[in-house]
């Protein structure tokens, strides 16, 4: 039998001591999307609730401002 062992996620941003997610970060930010230009869950990613919120504000302004495409091509 093979046990699987989880790996407890984190928030990315409470552990780097990152208050607020700024919309022109696109960097940081992509790496909580995927292929399709998604935000992705915080059951996949381990982002606390406070910071899902702030990052998807920001994802969401940086679409506006076109820094960040609505969808993969």
Known sequence: MATTIKKE???YFCENNIT???YKD?????KFM?????????RRTGICS?????LSLAV?????MALIPFTAR
């Open 34 to 42: 995927n292929y399709y230009s998604k935000i992705l869950p915080r």
């Open 26 to 30: 696109t960097q940081t930010m992509k």
């Open 60 to 64: 969401k302004r940086a679409r506006i």
């Open 50 to 54: 406070a910071h899902q919120r702030k």
């Open 9 to 11: 996620k984190r928030c």
């Open 20 to 22: 607020q997610i700024d």
